[in-house]
């Protein structure tokens, strides 16, 4: 996996000095990247696909256009979750969004 530090100072406005005062090291900033991802997919998607408002449809739509806008963060997501290493690192965080993620599918099967 190439280095993160560039893209990452840039998209904080920061100096890598900065950074590391809000995180320890890489690691840690790797699995909050992903944390924040998963939390996202929570807040904008979870809350739509349960409603009963929206068809499915209207659903499919609107985690189409969650992917698109959210190409380059789901690209890194899986790349991190695919390495082993930081695939290990990621499994309390992975397990909490799959848990998370039940009830959902139990709301959309209902429907």
Do not use: H, W
């Not at 699995?31 to 349960?50: A, G, I, R, S």
């Not at 290990?88 to 992975?94: H, S």
């Not at 397990?95 to 993620?101: D, G, H, P």
């Amino acid at each position: 996996m190439r280095s993160i530090k560039q893209p990452l100072r840039k998209a904080a406005d920061m100096s890598e000095a900065s950074i590391y005062q809000y995180f320890k090291n890489k690691d840690e900033i790797i699995v909050d990247c992903v944390k924040l991802y998963f939390n996202n997919l929570q807040t904008e998607l979870f809350p739509v696909l349960q409603s009963a408002k929206f068809t499915m449809d209207q659903k499919v739509e609107k985690c189409l256009k969650f992917a698109k806008r959210s190409k380059g963060q789901a690209k890194f997501a899986i790349q991190v979750l695919t390495s082993p290493s930081y695939g290990k690192l990621c499994a309390p965080v992975t397990q909490e969004f799959l848990q998370n993620l039940i009830p959902v599918c139990d709301t959309i099967a209902e429907q």
